[in-house]
């Protein structure tokens, strides 16, 4: 088992993460990837750059919903007003993102992390649009208390763009967005299920 490790998640780099995931899968013969929330993209994106190798793969994807893409017409039409940092701020707290952890001079880094981090997962679930992954297994966890997932019913057939066969839901009652801090112990036992 395998986890990205940093001092500080603020440094994490996404181009740099893909490539010292792959460098460490590439080494595995038997390999589950799982993501949370906005590392969706970059899951997506490594497994594909391992595709062609010969490895057992398993996919697990926590707190995620794609956004359906817009029309060039429609992003003319309705233009997105980024989120000032008080509404950001109030919307993850909404979430259960617990600032009292966050000392106060860290707390514009944090925002701005969480708005790379969007843009980031964003820009890949676009560029992956269509490219379907084939005879791999997926499993998509949310907590049916999660403000991102306002409408379970739309994870099928939004993630549907990306898999060749439907997503297994595993729905954590009472959860919100953070429940892989807060449910630890049962996402470890749905992780640990996909790979049998």
């Not at 460490?24 to 038997?30: H, N, Y």
């Not at 979430?95 to 001079?105: C, H, I, R, S």
Request: glycine content about 6%; proline content about 5%; hydrophobic content about 35%.
């Amino acid at each position: 088992m395998y986890s990205l490790k940093y001092a500080n998640w603020i440094d994490i780099d996404f181009n740099t993460a893909m490539k010292e995931i792959s460098g460490i899968v590439e080494a595995s013969d038997r390999v589950l990837l799982y993501s949370h929330c906005g590392g969706s993209g970059m899951l997506l994106k490594v497994f594909h750059n391992l595709q062609e190798k010969e490895k057992v793969m398993y996919l697990t994807i926590g707190a995620s919903l794609p956004k359906k893409p817009k029309t060039v017409l429609q992003k003319m039409r309705s233009p997105k007003k980024p989120a000032t940092d008080e509404q950001l701020k109030l919307s993850l707290a909404h979430a259960g993102f617990l600032w009292d952890d966050v000392p106060d001079e860290m707390e514009q880094d944090v925002l701005d992390q969480f708005r790379k981090d969007a843009e980031s997962c964003n820009k890949d679930l676009e560029d992956l649009y269509g490219t379907l992954v084939k005879d791999t297994p997926c499993t998509v966890v949310v907590g049916d208390a999660d403000p991102d997932i306002p409408v379970i019913e739309e994870l099928q057939p939004r993630w549907s763009h990306y898999f060749e066969h439907p997503i297994e839901l595993t729905v954590l009652h009472g959860a919100n967005h953070y429940f892989h801090k807060e449910r630890a112990v049962e996402l470890a036992e749905i992780i640990g299920r996909c790979c049998k």
